[in-house]
């Protein structure tokens, strides 16, 4: 009884700290929340301003206020058309990436057979490998496979790409997790899909949501090998579209960052919506 009431005299000794250390502690935090938002701000407010006014840097509010940036976004180089392509890659390629990934992690996870360690080093030493290093490889491939140019070569390659972080991420999710409830359905006859995507599939939510919005994002911001793979201006993704910006608007500004909000904007609606699982899937096993 004693060790009891000393260890919870200790951790409410630990948990009390002077006013002066939650002041300091909260305006730090505020303060690089308020470094890092600042960027994103400016350039949302700036796709209301006029071109004069961003060039000039005369004041932070749009003054006149006018969304002329949006119209000529979508007018003058169609960015809704973009945007549908980047969609196309972004979406299918993300469920590309975590059927796969779901398939492979699972077994890898469960079940003792031989290589499977050797499996799970392959695909983790995946990620080692430099982006800049696939370029020649990947670019050869593709256009041996017939895919050069294409919106299927797309979702295949960014499917592959996204595959490695992906498979990581949902194996150790699914080692963490007790395997009673999955034995307890075979024992009631289900077979092994049944307990697949009746039973594991809803229990890995939580992750499934973190890496759907994690390789979602990051396919939605690629640039690279978009601009290696794709030609024709009908298959270019949003980032090659803000890129030729500059040649295709010449000196519009506001309709640069108006793009660029457009585009920001996806990504933050996408983590706004599934934030709860998010969390719970980046928190997940940290108290076992």
């Known amino acids: ?76 180089i169609h960015l809704h058309e973009y945007l549908l392509n980047t969609l196309i890659y972004a979406g299918f390629g993300t469920l590309g990436a975590l059927v796969a990934a779901f398939l492979a992690a699972y077994p890898l996870a469960r079940f003792a057979f031989v290589g499977r360690n050797a499996l799970v080093a392959l695909f983790s030493l995946a990620l080692a490998l430099p982006l800049v290093g696939l370029a020649t490889p990947v670019f050869f491939v593709v ?72 390789a979602f994002v990051n396919i939605w911001n690629e640039f690279f090998f978009a601009n290696l793979l794709l030609v024709s201006q009908e298959n270019q993704n949003v980032q090659l579209a803000l890129a030729g910006f500059k040649s295709q608007f010449g000196f519009n500004v506001t309709g640069a960052v108006a793009g660029a909000t457009v585009v920001m904007l996806v990504p933050i609606c996408l983590f706004l919506v599934l934030q709860r699982q998010v969390i719970s899937g980046l928190t997940a096993g940290a108290v076992k």
Not at 9 to 15: D, Y
Not at 174 to 202: C, H, I, K, W
């Open 1 to 76: 009884m004693r060790s009891a009431a000393s260890g919870t005299a200790g951790l409410a000794s630990v948990g009390r700290r002077p006013v002066w250390a939650y002041v300091l502690i909260y305006g730090f935090l505020g303060a690089v929340t308020l470094l890092a938002l600042t960027p994103t701000v400016w350039v949302m407010l700036s796709s209301f301003k006029t071109g004069n006014q961003i060039f000039t840097g005369q004041g932070f509010w749009p003054s006149p206020f006018t969304v002329q940036g949006f119209v000529d976004a979508f007018t003058q």
């Open 143 to 214: 256009r041996e496979l017939g895919l050069f140019d294409s919106r299927l070569g797309m979702v295949i390659f960014y499917s592959a790409l996204q595959f490695p972080f992906t498979f990581i991420v949902l194996r150790a999710f699914l080692v963490s997790t007790p395997p009673e409830l999955e034995e307890a359905a075979m024992m009631d006859g289900a077979g092994y899909f049944t307990t697949l995507f009746r039973v594991v599939l809803p229990l890995a939510r939580p992750a499934l949501a973190t890496v759907a919005v994690v």
